[in-house]
Protein backbone atom coordinates (compact mmCIF):
# COMPACT_ATOMS: atom_id res chain seq x y z
CA UNK A 1 0.00 0.00 0.00
CA UNK A 2 1.25 3.59 -1.06
CA UNK A 3 2.42 5.96 1.96
CA UNK A 4 0.40 9.00 1.52
CA UNK A 5 3.44 10.82 3.78
CA UNK A 6 6.03 9.37 1.35
CA UNK A 7 6.46 12.88 -0.54
CA UNK A 8 7.08 14.98 2.97
CA UNK A 9 9.66 12.36 3.97
CA UNK A 10 11.48 13.39 1.08
CA UNK A 11 11.75 17.15 1.49
CA UNK A 12 14.93 18.51 3.37
CA UNK A 13 13.74 21.51 4.86
CA UNK A 14 16.84 24.40 5.56
CA UNK A 15 15.72 26.35 8.24
CA UNK A 16 17.33 29.77 8.88
CA UNK A 17 18.04 30.55 12.81
CA UNK A 18 16.95 34.00 13.64
CA UNK A 19 18.26 35.40 16.75
CA UNK A 20 15.89 38.35 17.02
CA UNK A 21 12.79 36.38 16.45
CA UNK A 22 11.31 35.63 19.65
CA UNK A 23 7.74 34.29 18.93
CA UNK A 24 7.12 33.87 22.40
CA UNK A 25 8.35 37.21 23.94
CA UNK A 26 5.95 36.70 26.93
CA UNK A 27 7.09 33.16 27.68
CA UNK A 28 10.88 33.85 26.82
CA UNK A 29 12.62 32.81 30.01
CA UNK A 30 16.02 34.22 30.89
CA UNK A 31 18.47 32.38 29.29
CA UNK A 32 21.05 30.62 31.66
CA UNK A 33 23.81 28.90 29.86
CA UNK A 34 24.60 25.74 32.58
CA UNK A 35 27.10 23.54 31.60
CA UNK A 36 25.97 19.99 30.57
CA UNK A 37 25.97 17.32 33.21
CA UNK A 38 25.34 19.85 36.00
CA UNK A 39 21.62 20.13 37.77
CA UNK A 40 19.69 22.85 35.14
CA UNK A 41 17.88 25.87 37.22
CA UNK A 42 14.41 25.71 36.70
CA UNK A 43 12.47 27.49 34.16
CA UNK A 44 10.89 30.68 35.41
CA UNK A 45 7.42 30.31 34.97
CA UNK A 46 5.20 32.28 33.13
CA UNK A 47 4.18 35.49 35.23
CA UNK A 48 6.42 34.70 37.83
CA UNK A 49 10.07 35.55 38.45
CA UNK A 50 11.88 33.08 40.50
CA UNK A 51 12.21 29.67 41.02
CA UNK A 52 10.04 28.17 43.32
CA UNK A 53 11.91 24.89 43.58
CA UNK A 54 13.56 22.21 41.77
CA UNK A 55 12.60 19.29 40.59
CA UNK A 56 15.53 17.58 39.21
CA UNK A 57 16.63 16.52 42.92
CA UNK A 58 15.68 12.61 41.69
CA UNK A 59 15.15 13.41 38.21
CA UNK A 60 14.64 10.15 36.00
CA UNK A 61 12.59 11.02 33.18
CA UNK A 62 12.73 13.85 30.53
CA UNK A 63 10.68 17.11 31.64
CA UNK A 64 8.95 19.12 28.64
CA UNK A 65 7.80 22.69 29.85
CA UNK A 66 5.93 24.19 26.56
CA UNK A 67 5.01 27.77 26.17
CA UNK A 68 2.48 28.31 24.00
CA UNK A 69 0.10 30.78 22.60
CA UNK A 70 -2.56 29.76 20.21
CA UNK A 71 -3.27 32.14 17.34
CA UNK A 72 -7.36 30.27 17.14
CA UNK A 73 -8.50 31.87 14.23
CA UNK A 74 -5.38 32.22 12.04
CA UNK A 75 -4.56 28.07 13.19
CA UNK A 76 -1.27 28.59 14.58
CA UNK A 77 0.73 28.77 17.54
CA UNK A 78 4.05 30.39 18.52
CA UNK A 79 5.55 27.72 20.87
CA UNK A 80 9.14 28.70 23.40
CA UNK A 81 9.85 24.63 24.29
CA UNK A 82 12.16 23.60 27.02
CA UNK A 83 13.19 20.07 27.06
CA UNK A 84 15.48 18.33 30.34
CA UNK A 85 16.72 15.44 28.90
CA UNK A 86 18.32 12.82 31.34
CA UNK A 87 20.69 10.49 30.19
CA UNK A 88 19.68 6.95 31.90
CA UNK A 89 21.27 4.96 29.45
CA UNK A 90 24.58 3.69 29.95
CA UNK A 91 26.55 5.23 26.72
CA UNK A 92 27.57 8.68 26.33
CA UNK A 93 25.35 10.27 23.66
CA UNK A 94 26.63 12.54 21.18
CA UNK A 95 23.67 13.49 19.65
CA UNK A 96 20.01 13.18 20.83
CA UNK A 97 16.99 11.99 17.97
CA UNK A 98 14.04 13.83 18.15
CA UNK A 99 10.37 13.44 16.57
CA UNK A 100 8.84 16.64 15.09
CA UNK A 101 6.02 14.86 13.46
CA UNK A 102 4.38 18.13 12.35
CA UNK A 103 6.92 18.24 10.00
CA UNK A 104 5.56 15.66 7.35
CA UNK A 105 3.27 18.70 6.46
CA UNK A 106 4.91 21.46 4.57
CA UNK A 107 5.04 24.47 5.58
CA UNK A 108 3.11 23.74 9.06
CA UNK A 109 6.57 23.28 11.27
CA UNK A 110 8.66 26.41 11.31
CA UNK A 111 11.76 26.50 13.68
CA UNK A 112 12.89 30.22 14.58
CA UNK A 113 15.91 28.97 17.12
CA UNK A 114 17.29 26.25 19.06
CA UNK A 115 19.82 26.00 21.89
CA UNK A 116 21.36 23.51 23.49
CA UNK A 117 22.16 24.87 27.32
CA UNK A 118 21.75 28.10 26.48
CA UNK A 119 23.85 28.39 23.66
CA UNK A 120 22.58 28.36 20.02
CA UNK A 121 23.55 25.26 17.61
CA UNK A 122 23.44 25.00 14.24
CA UNK A 123 25.05 21.29 14.50
CA UNK A 124 21.62 19.72 13.24
CA UNK A 125 19.62 18.37 10.54
CA UNK A 126 15.80 18.08 10.11
CA UNK A 127 14.44 15.58 7.23
CA UNK A 128 10.80 14.67 7.49
CA UNK A 129 10.22 13.65 11.10
CA UNK A 130 13.66 13.39 12.20
CA UNK A 131 15.62 15.78 14.08
CA UNK A 132 18.82 15.06 15.03
CA UNK A 133 20.88 17.58 17.28
CA UNK A 134 24.69 17.04 17.33
CA UNK A 135 25.64 18.04 21.00
CA UNK A 136 28.42 20.11 21.73
CA UNK A 137 29.98 17.73 24.08
CA UNK A 138 29.09 13.95 24.70
CA UNK A 139 26.34 13.85 27.28
CA UNK A 140 27.01 11.69 30.07
CA UNK A 141 25.05 8.89 31.39
CA UNK A 142 22.82 10.20 34.58
CA UNK A 143 23.62 14.25 33.27
CA UNK A 144 21.36 16.76 32.07
CA UNK A 145 20.94 18.59 28.62
CA UNK A 146 18.64 21.64 28.18
CA UNK A 147 17.07 21.81 24.72
CA UNK A 148 15.56 25.13 23.84
CA UNK A 149 13.64 24.75 20.95
CA UNK A 150 11.43 27.69 19.38
CA UNK A 151 8.92 27.44 16.62
CA UNK A 152 5.69 28.31 14.87
CA UNK A 153 3.16 25.90 13.76
CA UNK A 154 1.00 26.62 11.06
CA UNK A 155 -2.00 24.05 11.34
CA UNK A 156 -2.92 21.64 8.35
CA UNK A 157 -6.83 21.67 7.63
CA UNK A 158 -7.25 17.62 9.09
CA UNK A 159 -9.42 16.48 5.60
CA UNK A 160 -10.81 13.08 6.43
CA UNK A 161 -10.14 10.12 3.88
CA UNK A 162 -11.63 6.84 3.50
CA UNK A 163 -11.51 5.52 6.87
CA UNK A 164 -11.44 1.94 5.35
CA UNK A 165 -7.89 2.97 3.89
CA UNK A 166 -6.06 5.23 5.94
CA UNK A 167 -5.75 6.21 9.33
CA UNK A 168 -8.12 9.08 10.77
CA UNK A 169 -6.58 12.54 10.06
CA UNK A 170 -6.50 14.30 13.41
CA UNK A 171 -3.07 16.58 13.94
CA UNK A 172 -5.07 20.37 12.35
CA UNK A 173 -8.38 22.12 12.61
CA UNK A 174 -11.54 21.52 11.25
CA UNK A 175 -14.47 24.29 10.92
CA UNK A 176 -15.23 23.46 14.53
CA UNK A 177 -11.92 21.98 16.13
CA UNK A 178 -8.22 22.37 16.55
CA UNK A 179 -6.02 19.19 17.01
CA UNK A 180 -2.65 19.24 18.58
CA UNK A 181 -1.36 15.64 18.69
CA UNK A 182 2.27 15.03 18.62
CA UNK A 183 2.15 18.85 17.91
CA UNK A 184 6.17 19.05 19.69
CA UNK A 185 9.13 17.60 19.23
CA UNK A 186 9.90 14.80 21.79
CA UNK A 187 13.50 12.92 22.16
CA UNK A 188 12.82 9.52 21.04
CA UNK A 189 13.31 6.38 23.07
CA UNK A 190 16.79 5.40 22.94
CA UNK A 191 16.85 1.33 23.42
CA UNK A 192 19.67 -0.99 23.22
CA UNK A 193 22.26 1.94 21.16
CA UNK A 194 19.37 2.77 18.94
CA UNK A 195 17.18 5.75 18.65
CA UNK A 196 13.44 4.66 18.33
CA UNK A 197 11.97 6.36 15.45
CA UNK A 198 10.08 4.47 13.38
CA UNK A 199 8.42 5.88 9.97
CA UNK A 200 4.84 6.65 9.52
CA UNK A 201 2.05 4.23 8.50
CA UNK A 202 -1.19 4.37 6.14
CA UNK A 203 -3.51 2.90 9.86
CA UNK A 204 -1.67 2.18 13.00
CA UNK A 205 0.45 4.22 15.32
CA UNK A 206 4.14 4.51 14.74
CA UNK A 207 5.25 6.96 17.78
CA UNK A 208 7.45 4.91 20.85
CA UNK A 209 7.61 7.26 23.39
CA UNK A 210 9.34 7.53 27.22
CA UNK A 211 7.78 8.34 29.62
CA UNK A 212 8.29 12.14 30.56
CA UNK A 213 7.08 15.09 33.20
CA UNK A 214 5.19 17.97 30.75
CA UNK A 215 3.87 21.83 31.86
CA UNK A 216 2.18 23.31 29.18
CA UNK A 217 1.52 26.72 29.91
CA UNK A 218 -1.11 27.74 27.20
CA UNK A 219 -2.62 31.46 26.40
CA UNK A 220 -4.47 32.87 23.26
CA UNK A 221 -3.89 35.76 21.51
CA UNK A 222 -7.55 37.17 21.37
CA UNK A 223 -8.27 35.78 25.11
CA UNK A 224 -12.08 37.03 24.76
CA UNK A 225 -12.68 34.94 22.34
CA UNK A 226 -10.73 31.73 23.11
CA UNK A 227 -12.00 28.76 22.72
CA UNK A 228 -12.91 26.18 25.61
CA UNK A 229 -9.69 23.63 25.78
CA UNK A 230 -9.73 20.00 26.57
CA UNK A 231 -6.07 18.58 27.81
CA UNK A 232 -3.99 15.84 28.76
CA UNK A 233 -2.94 17.53 32.34
CA UNK A 234 -4.88 18.99 35.03
CA UNK A 235 -5.81 22.65 34.41
CA UNK A 236 -4.41 25.58 36.81
CA UNK A 237 -5.39 28.88 36.42
CA UNK A 238 -2.49 31.32 36.29
CA UNK A 239 -2.80 35.12 35.73
CA UNK A 240 -3.32 35.53 31.53
CA UNK A 241 -2.37 31.90 30.79
CA UNK A 242 -3.41 28.54 31.80
CA UNK A 243 -0.81 26.17 33.30
CA UNK A 244 -1.57 22.34 32.62
CA UNK A 245 0.89 19.33 34.38
CA UNK A 246 0.88 16.30 33.86
CA UNK A 247 3.57 13.89 35.10
CA UNK A 248 5.08 10.19 33.75
CA UNK A 249 3.08 10.60 31.01
CA UNK A 250 3.93 9.17 27.05
CA UNK A 251 2.53 12.53 25.56
CA UNK A 252 0.60 15.87 25.48
CA UNK A 253 -2.68 16.16 23.90
CA UNK A 254 -4.66 19.56 22.96
CA UNK A 255 -8.27 19.77 21.46
CA UNK A 256 -9.53 23.49 21.61
CA UNK A 257 -13.19 24.62 20.24
CA UNK A 258 -15.53 27.63 20.98
CA UNK A 259 -18.61 24.98 20.81
CA UNK A 260 -17.52 22.00 23.04
CA UNK A 261 -20.15 21.50 25.43
CA UNK A 262 -18.32 19.83 28.78
CA UNK A 263 -19.72 17.52 31.72
CA UNK A 264 -17.42 16.38 34.52
CA UNK A 265 -17.46 13.98 36.57
CA UNK A 266 -15.40 13.11 39.97
CA UNK A 267 -13.87 9.09 40.35
CA UNK A 268 -12.37 9.47 43.36
CA UNK A 269 -9.72 11.92 42.84
CA UNK A 270 -9.60 11.90 39.45
CA UNK A 271 -11.71 14.72 37.61
CA UNK A 272 -13.32 13.34 34.43
CA UNK A 273 -14.51 15.93 31.58
CA UNK A 274 -16.34 15.02 28.60
CA UNK A 275 -16.03 17.58 25.74
CA UNK A 276 -18.45 17.76 22.93
CA UNK A 277 -20.75 19.33 20.29
CA UNK A 278 -24.15 19.88 20.56
CA UNK A 279 -27.05 17.59 20.01
CA UNK A 280 -24.90 14.85 21.26
CA UNK A 281 -25.87 16.03 25.10
CA UNK A 282 -26.74 12.20 26.14
CA UNK A 283 -23.90 10.67 24.26
CA UNK A 284 -21.77 12.85 25.70
CA UNK A 285 -22.71 12.03 29.22
CA UNK A 286 -22.52 8.31 28.53
CA UNK A 287 -19.22 8.63 27.58
CA UNK A 288 -18.16 10.60 31.02
CA UNK A 289 -19.96 7.51 32.90
CA UNK A 290 -18.48 4.64 30.86
CA UNK A 291 -15.17 6.14 31.21
CA UNK A 292 -15.83 6.86 34.83
CA UNK A 293 -16.88 3.14 34.97
CA UNK A 294 -13.87 2.05 33.51
CA UNK A 295 -11.14 3.87 35.82
CA UNK A 296 -12.64 1.89 38.51
CA UNK A 297 -13.10 -1.60 36.79
CA UNK A 298 -9.64 -1.26 35.26
CA UNK A 299 -8.36 0.49 38.58
CA UNK A 300 -9.65 -2.96 40.25
CA UNK A 301 -8.14 -5.97 37.57
CA UNK A 302 -5.14 -3.63 36.74
CA UNK A 303 -3.65 -1.15 39.02
CA UNK A 304 -4.15 2.39 39.73
CA UNK A 305 -4.97 5.34 37.12
CA UNK A 306 -2.11 7.37 37.27
CA UNK A 307 -3.58 11.40 36.37
CA UNK A 308 -5.46 13.71 37.94
CA UNK A 309 -7.94 14.17 35.44
CA UNK A 310 -9.05 12.79 31.67
CA UNK A 311 -10.35 14.48 29.36
CA UNK A 312 -12.49 12.73 26.91
CA UNK A 313 -13.26 14.46 23.28
CA UNK A 314 -15.59 14.17 20.90
CA UNK A 315 -13.38 14.35 17.86
CA UNK A 316 -14.31 15.51 13.88
CA UNK A 317 -12.61 12.27 12.51
CA UNK A 318 -13.78 8.81 12.25
CA UNK A 319 -11.94 6.75 15.35
CA UNK A 320 -11.08 6.74 18.53
CA UNK A 321 -7.05 7.81 20.08
CA UNK A 322 -5.54 7.70 22.69
CA UNK A 323 -2.90 10.07 24.37
CA UNK A 324 -1.87 10.35 28.33
CA UNK A 325 -5.13 11.52 30.14
CA UNK A 326 -6.94 12.36 26.94
CA UNK A 327 -8.57 10.29 24.68
CA UNK A 328 -10.78 11.02 21.24
CA UNK A 329 -14.04 9.18 20.37
CA UNK A 330 -15.33 9.39 16.89
CA UNK A 331 -18.13 12.23 16.23
CA UNK A 332 -19.96 9.15 14.13
CA UNK A 333 -19.84 7.11 18.09
CA UNK A 334 -22.12 10.31 19.09
CA UNK A 335 -24.31 10.33 16.24
CA UNK A 336 -24.81 6.60 16.44
CA UNK A 337 -25.49 6.46 19.81
CA UNK A 338 -28.92 5.00 20.73
CA UNK A 339 -29.13 5.51 24.28
CA UNK A 340 -28.30 1.95 25.59
CA UNK A 341 -24.73 0.42 26.32
CA UNK A 342 -24.64 -2.00 23.13
CA UNK A 343 -22.77 0.27 20.33
CA UNK A 344 -19.49 1.81 19.45
CA UNK A 345 -19.20 4.50 22.20
CA UNK A 346 -19.30 2.44 25.10
CA UNK A 347 -16.81 -0.32 24.29
CA UNK A 348 -14.52 2.45 22.38
CA UNK A 349 -14.71 4.61 25.35
CA UNK A 350 -14.22 1.35 27.57
CA UNK A 351 -11.05 0.64 25.19
CA UNK A 352 -9.74 4.41 24.92
CA UNK A 353 -9.62 4.46 28.83
CA UNK A 354 -8.37 0.62 28.80
CA UNK A 355 -5.09 2.63 27.02
CA UNK A 356 -4.27 4.87 30.02
CA UNK A 357 -3.03 1.68 31.21
CA UNK A 358 -1.87 -0.03 28.12
CA UNK A 359 -0.28 2.37 26.80
CA UNK A 360 -0.13 5.47 28.30
CA UNK A 361 1.44 3.45 32.15
CA UNK A 362 2.86 0.45 30.31
CA UNK A 363 4.01 1.36 27.39
CA UNK A 364 5.29 -0.53 23.99
CA UNK A 365 6.66 -0.72 20.65
CA UNK A 366 3.25 1.02 18.69
CA UNK A 367 5.17 0.15 14.88
CA UNK A 368 6.52 -3.39 15.82
CA UNK A 369 4.89 -4.70 18.25
CA UNK A 370 1.50 -3.11 18.34
CA UNK A 371 -1.01 -6.02 19.81
CA UNK A 372 1.14 -5.68 22.86
CA UNK A 373 -1.34 -2.42 23.44
CA UNK A 374 -4.29 -3.10 21.63
CA UNK A 375 -4.75 -7.11 22.61
CA UNK A 376 -4.81 -6.03 26.04
CA UNK A 377 -7.15 -3.08 25.44
CA UNK A 378 -9.40 -5.19 23.27
CA UNK A 379 -9.43 -7.34 26.01
CA UNK A 380 -10.58 -4.73 28.44
CA UNK A 381 -13.48 -4.12 27.06
CA UNK A 382 -14.60 -7.54 27.90
CA UNK A 383 -13.56 -7.57 31.28
CA UNK A 384 -15.36 -3.76 31.33
CA UNK A 385 -18.96 -5.51 29.78
CA UNK A 386 -18.37 -8.57 32.25
CA UNK A 387 -18.16 -6.43 35.38
CA UNK A 388 -20.58 -3.16 34.49
CA UNK A 389 -22.89 -5.26 32.11
CA UNK A 390 -22.66 -9.22 32.86
CA UNK A 391 -25.59 -10.20 30.58
CA UNK A 392 -24.10 -8.42 27.36
CA UNK A 393 -20.97 -10.38 27.05
CA UNK A 394 -22.14 -12.56 24.38
CA UNK A 395 -23.03 -9.90 22.57
CA UNK A 396 -20.16 -8.04 22.78
CA UNK A 397 -18.23 -11.12 21.14
CA UNK A 398 -20.47 -11.70 18.48
CA UNK A 399 -20.94 -7.61 17.55
CA UNK A 400 -17.32 -6.43 18.41
CA UNK A 401 -15.11 -9.37 17.49
CA UNK A 402 -16.95 -12.42 15.56
CA UNK A 403 -18.76 -10.13 13.50
CA UNK A 404 -15.60 -9.64 11.96
CA UNK A 405 -14.53 -13.29 11.36
CA UNK A 406 -11.03 -12.26 12.61
CA UNK A 407 -8.03 -14.32 10.89
CA UNK A 408 -4.49 -13.56 11.22
CA UNK A 409 -1.73 -13.88 13.38
CA UNK A 410 -1.94 -11.47 16.44
CA UNK A 411 1.92 -10.16 16.74
CA UNK A 412 1.98 -8.16 13.10
CA UNK A 413 3.57 -4.98 12.84
CA UNK A 414 1.84 -2.24 11.71
CA UNK A 415 3.45 -2.16 8.06
CA UNK A 416 2.38 -6.14 7.76
CA UNK A 417 -1.52 -5.68 8.44
CA UNK A 418 -1.98 -5.61 4.68
CA UNK A 419 -4.75 -3.15 5.45
CA UNK A 420 -6.56 -1.69 8.06
CA UNK A 421 -8.81 -4.34 8.84
CA UNK A 422 -7.13 -7.57 8.44
CA UNK A 423 -4.48 -5.47 10.60
CA UNK A 424 -7.18 -4.89 13.33
CA UNK A 425 -8.65 -8.05 13.05
CA UNK A 426 -5.16 -9.80 13.97
CA UNK A 427 -3.64 -7.15 16.54
CA UNK A 428 -6.95 -6.60 18.16
CA UNK A 429 -9.54 -9.13 17.47
CA UNK A 430 -7.31 -12.51 17.27
CA UNK A 431 -5.69 -11.28 20.16
CA UNK A 432 -9.05 -10.71 22.15
CA UNK A 433 -9.68 -14.42 21.43
CA UNK A 434 -6.07 -15.42 22.63
CA UNK A 435 -6.61 -13.36 26.04
CA UNK A 436 -10.20 -14.97 26.47
CA UNK A 437 -8.28 -19.02 25.50
CA UNK A 438 -5.35 -18.29 27.28
CA UNK A 439 -7.96 -17.23 30.80
CA UNK A 440 -9.91 -20.42 30.21
CA UNK A 441 -6.59 -22.44 29.93
CA UNK A 442 -5.06 -21.21 33.33
CA UNK A 443 -7.96 -20.25 35.12
CA UNK A 444 -9.34 -16.15 36.40
CA UNK A 445 -6.71 -16.50 39.29
CA UNK A 446 -3.68 -16.50 37.80
CA UNK A 447 -4.49 -14.86 34.54
CA UNK A 448 -5.66 -11.74 36.80
CA UNK A 449 -2.77 -12.20 39.31
CA UNK A 450 -0.73 -11.60 35.76
CA UNK A 451 -2.32 -9.04 34.38
CA UNK A 452 -1.66 -6.94 37.57
CA UNK A 453 1.93 -8.43 37.99
CA UNK A 454 2.33 -7.41 34.45
CA UNK A 455 1.20 -3.67 35.23
CA UNK A 456 3.38 -3.47 38.13
CA UNK A 457 6.53 -5.06 36.54
CA UNK A 458 5.76 -2.83 32.91
CA UNK A 459 4.39 0.22 34.38
CA UNK A 460 6.63 3.55 33.20
CA UNK A 461 8.40 1.16 31.07
CA UNK A 462 8.33 0.40 27.26
CA UNK A 463 8.05 -3.56 27.53
CA UNK A 464 8.20 -6.12 24.79
CA UNK A 465 5.98 -9.21 23.82
CA UNK A 466 8.73 -10.93 25.55
CA UNK A 467 8.03 -9.35 28.51
CA UNK A 468 4.66 -10.39 28.67
CA UNK A 469 5.16 -13.78 28.22
CA UNK A 470 7.67 -13.83 30.75
CA UNK A 471 5.40 -12.12 32.97
CA UNK A 472 2.92 -14.99 32.08
CA UNK A 473 5.10 -17.81 32.57
CA UNK A 474 5.37 -16.66 35.98
CA UNK A 475 2.07 -16.97 37.15
CA UNK A 476 0.79 -20.56 35.46
CA UNK A 477 2.55 -23.89 35.43
CA UNK A 478 -0.38 -24.70 32.47
CA UNK A 479 1.21 -25.95 28.61
CA UNK A 480 -0.31 -22.65 26.99
CA UNK A 481 2.43 -23.40 24.37
CA UNK A 482 -0.44 -24.46 21.30
CA UNK A 483 -2.16 -21.44 22.07
CA UNK A 484 0.93 -19.17 21.23
CA UNK A 485 1.30 -21.24 18.14
CA UNK A 486 -1.88 -20.88 16.87
CA UNK A 487 -2.14 -16.59 17.24
CA UNK A 488 1.64 -16.39 16.76
CA UNK A 489 4.06 -16.11 14.49
CA UNK A 490 6.69 -16.03 17.02
CA UNK A 491 7.70 -18.12 19.17
CA UNK A 492 7.92 -16.79 23.17
ZN1 LIG B 1 -6.55 0.93 20.75
Same mark, same amino acid.
Do not use: C
Given at each position: MRNKYLPFLVILLIFLLS??????AEFTSPRIPILVGTVPPL? =? !???? &??? =??? $??? +?? +?LAKYILNTTIDYDAHALTVSEDIYYP? /??ADPLDRLVLAV? $???? +??TFNLTSLSVDGTAVTTFSLNGQRLEITLPAALQPNAIVKINIEYILNLPFAEQEDPNISRPRIFGYTTRQMNLTNWYPFVVPYINGEWVLHEPWVYGEHLVYDAADYEVNLNFTNPASAPTVAASGFPEKIDNYTRYTINAARTFAISASREFQVSTLQAGDVTISSYYFSPSEAAGQAALQTSAESIKVYGE????? !??KSLAVVMGDFNDGMEYSGFYYLSRDFYSLY??? $??NYLTFVAAHETAHQW?? /?????DQALQ !????ETLSTYSEYIYYETI? !? /?LTSWWWRYRIDFYKPQGL??? &?IYEGNGFRPYTNAAYFQGARFMEELRRRIGDEAFFAFLQDYFAKGRGRIVTANEFFRVLGQH? &?? /??SDLVKKYFKNTY
Amino acid at each position: MRNKYLPFLVILLIFLLSSSAKVVAEFTSPRIPILVGTVPPLA =T !PVGT &SAP =TAN $PFS +EI +ELAKYILNTTIDYDAHALTVSEDIYYPN /DSADPLDRLVLAVV $PNLW +EGTFNLTSLSVDGTAVTTFSLNGQRLEITLPAALQPNAIVKINIEYILNLPFAEQEDPNISRPRIFGYTTRQMNLTNWYPFVVPYINGEWVLHEPWVYGEHLVYDAADYEVNLNFTNPASAPTVAASGFPEKIDNYTRYTINAARTFAISASREFQVSTLQAGDVTISSYYFSPSEAAGQAALQTSAESIKVYGEHFGPY !PHKSLAVVMGDFNDGMEYSGFYYLSRDFYSLYDGT $PTNYLTFVAAHETAHQWWF /DQVANDQALQ !PWVDETLSTYSEYIYYETIY !P /DLTSWWWRYRIDFYKPQGLVDI &SIYEGNGFRPYTNAAYFQGARFMEELRRRIGDEAFFAFLQDYFAKGRGRIVTANEFFRVLGQHT &SA /DYSDLVKKYFKNTY
